[in-house]
């Protein structure tokens, strides 16, 4: 998921009892199955020392076949142990695939995301689209439970998203893609044919969406809002008009790892399904009796070569000029760090220089995210939060991720969405 997404906000099944599998044939060639092996070990290995279960982490590995069991039994206990009395519409669905993906019961969860989906409406039909990414969860979750006790509850979710008016955004859409996926090869027989034409309008809208975003290198949106496309693309029953070139996209995206771009536990549990050749519509066909336990297999692929610890200049700006909020500013600094740095280490050197340069994060299931700069906080209520860019490009990293480049402007500017 970009950033921005972050900073706001984180898959055709034959017929139902058959095993969900992908259309498409691509996958990853043997020889480069190493580097699959290694992200996936590195995503395991994280979730050990994680602040709190991760339930997107636990799915991913469920759905690849796990290597650490002992990862897998503590997310699942620390999961099914879990408060679920706070989370949003969109955590509660994750946790519930998730322990459906370890064959535990989710029926209390399941009945209070029911509950709250049964009243659940979008703000206005200028909602943003990513408003739609939690209940697209839901909707997800809810089908793979009883799609028949779900059917009004998803077609009203899929009214509400053919009349949304705002701005496409991939990963809602890839969600969305699944979710109605699900519905539409789980229609009761009997059920009355409308909720099929329902379903199938409103995946024809959301597939030809993502579809206008696959890229000539077959990123689809960008690198971190790939992997869901891919599920979605891979399942969904009505094809865009736009070929995909599914094996492009794997290149790429393999060509992305080797480059290490995937570190983030959260960026690898959504890319991961996709490499397997398994989607979240499998969720419910995990097989939960491994015979014994699958060691990893490092990467092959060469370390990069040593560096000298030189220092890099980067110049970073905060913005306020948002009307209505008090304290505007804009304000830049020149920082120096050592190279390689991330961008995380660039605001703590400039609050080190300059107070005003003051922040505070907050951790989410995909890492540190700034949730206030120089005592200006981001407000869901006012749908505001700190958006970071390159230039003028927003950037679809975090601030413990991003690895910043010499001489470049680095902008932290309040925004309204």
């Known amino acids: 998921m970009a950033c921005s997404a972050l900073c706001l906000l984180s898959l055709l099944w034959a017929a139902a009892g058959t095993s969900a599998q992908t259309q498409s044939s691509c996958s990853v060639p043997p020889a480069q199955q190493p580097l699959v092996h290694g992200i996936q070990a590195l995503m395991e290995s994280s979730a050990a020392n994680a602040a709190f279960p991760n339930p997107s982490v636990l799915i991913a590995m469920n759905l690849a076949g796990a290597y650490n069991l002992d990862v897998q039994k503590l997310l699942t206990l620390e999961l099914m142990a879990s408060d679920t009395a706070d989370l949003t519409v969109g955590q509660l669905a994750l946790t519930i695939m998730a322990l459906t993906s370890s064959c535990r019961d989710a029926g209390t969860q399941v009945k209070s995301l029911r509950r709250q989906m049964e009243t659940w409406a979008p703000s206005s039909l200028n909602a943003p689209a990513t408003s739609f990414y939690g209940p697209s969860l839901a909707i997800l979750a809810l089908c793979q439970q009883n799609s028949e006790l779900t059917l009004p ?47 199938g309008q409103a995946l024809k809208a959301t597939v030809e969406n993502i579809s206008t975003r696959i890229k000539d290198n077959g990123i689809i949106g960008d690198t971190y809002s790939t992997g869901l496309a891919m599920q979605a693309l891979s399942v969904t029953p009505e094809k865009p008009n736009k070929e995909w070139d599914c094996k492009k996209t794997m290149d790429i995206i393999l060509n992305k790892i080797q480059q290490g771009k995937f570190h983030n536990p959260m960026a690898i549990a959504q890319i991961l399904p996709s490499l397997k050749s398994k989607t979240y519509l499998d969720v419910t066909r995990v097989s939960c009796s491994p015979d014994h336990e699958v060691k990893p297999i490092q990467p092959n692929h060469p370390s990069p070569a040593p560096t000298s610890a030189s220092n890099i200049t980067v110049t970073y700006t905060i913005n306020n000029q948002l009307r209505g909020v008090d304290l505007l500013f ?12 991330v961008l995380l280490v660039v605001l703590q050197e400039a609050e080190r220089k300059n107070p005003i340069f003051r922040f505070k994060t907050t951790m989410t299931s995909w890492g540190l995210v700034v949730s206030s700069i120089n005592d200006i906080a981001e407000n869901v209520n006012h749908k505001t939060y700190w958006q970071f860019l390159s230039g003028k490009t927003p950037l679809n990293e975090g601030v413990a991720d991003y690895i910043p480049f010499n001489h470049e402007h680095v902008t932290a500017n309040f925004t309204q969405y």
């Open 330 to 341: 804009n304000v830049t600094i020149d920082v120096s760090v050592r190279s390689g740095s």
């Open 153 to 199: 509850i998803a077609a009203r979710f899929a009214k509400a998203l053919l009349a949304n008016a705002s701005p496409f955004n991939v990963d809602t859409g890839a969600v969305a893609t699944l979710a109605l996926t699900c519905m539409y090869n789980k229609i009761p027989v009997g059920s009355e044919e409308g909720y099929r034409v329902l379903f």
